[in-house]
T-cell receptor, first 116, second 115 residues
Framework: KQEVTQIPAALSVPEGENLVLNCSFT??????LQWFRQDPGKGLTSLLL?????REQTSGRLNASLDKSSGRSTLYIAASQPGDSATYLC???????????????FGTGTRLKVLA | NAGVTQTPKFQVLKTGQSMTLQCAQD?????MSWYRQDPGMGLRLIHY???????DQGEVPNGYNVSRSTTEDFPLRLLSAAPSQTSVYFC??????????????FGNGTRLTVT
């Protein structure tokens, strides 16, 4: 069964700190992995997508890495700001070539609070 | 492009009532899916579809029906609402196929309360 886990569930850090959010998945035969941000009461905003053949992706202060063999991805946020406070979710796409089907499974998210 | 459009934004139902949550996308995405989000549970996959006429069950399909008669639309039906179905529902879509690595696009969600 494909499962995605995110630890910790919540994180509180002072402004300016560099931080790492973790995402683990049970089946290493992934197609891609995506990181999202969700503000309270809002929808999901895509941050980064890593293809299965890639090791990392960067966008501004965000860097996402992927290690398929260990079933892990990390989201690195540099020089955190209060505006980074949100819930961060990862989603893994698995697909099955024989049936032509695929699906995305989400982790439970990490709720981040950056203190001014 | 409007992206992924969900209606309604809010809905209150009484136990036993039925209703349909609408989802439409104008990006010609083959893949469409429904998730529910409950506090502390992340997003759980209800049903998904990889193309018109094809649907499959996700992690929590009980109490929900779907159909995919067109590429654009993927409605979610609650046949007999229960308080346990009180949640925020999100529709998401993406391209499929080996030549794409398209991000998953989300609608703004429907907040459903069943009393």
């Amino acid at each position: 069964k494909q499962e995605v886990t995110q630890i910790p569930a919540a994180l509180s850090v002072p402004e300016g700190e560099n931080l790492v959010l973790n995402c683990s998945f049970t089946d290493s035969a992934i197609y891609n992995l995506q990181w999202f941000r969700q503000d309270p009461g809002k929808g999901l905003t895509s941050l980064l997508l890593i293809q299965s053949s890639q090791r990392e992706q960067t966008s501004g202060r965000l860097n996402a890495s992927l290690d398929k063999s260990s079933g892990r991805s990390t989201l690195y946020i540099a020089a955190s700001q209060p505006g980074d406070s949100a819930t961060y979710l990862c989603a893994v796409r698995w697909e099955w070539a024989t049936s032509g089907t695929y699906k995305y499974i989400f982790g439970t998210g990490t709720r981040l609070k950056v203190l001014a | 492009n409007a992206g992924v459009t969900q209606t309604p934004k809010f809905q209150v139902l009484k136990t036993g009532q039925s209703m349909t949550l609408q989802c439409a996308q104008d990006m010609n995405h083959e893949y469409m899916s429904w998730y529910r989000q409950d506090p502390g549970m992340g997003l759980r996959l209800i049903h998904y579809s990889v193309g018109a006429g094809i649907t499959d069950q996700g992690e929590v399909p009980n109490g929900y029906n779907v159909s995919r008669s067109t590429t654009e639309d993927f409605p979610l039906r609650l046949l007999s609402a229960a308080p346990s179905q009180t949640s925020v529902y999100f529709c998401a879509s993406s391209y499929s196929g080996n030549s794409y690595n398209s991000p998953l696009h989300f609608g703004n969600g429907t907040r459903l309360t069943v009393t």
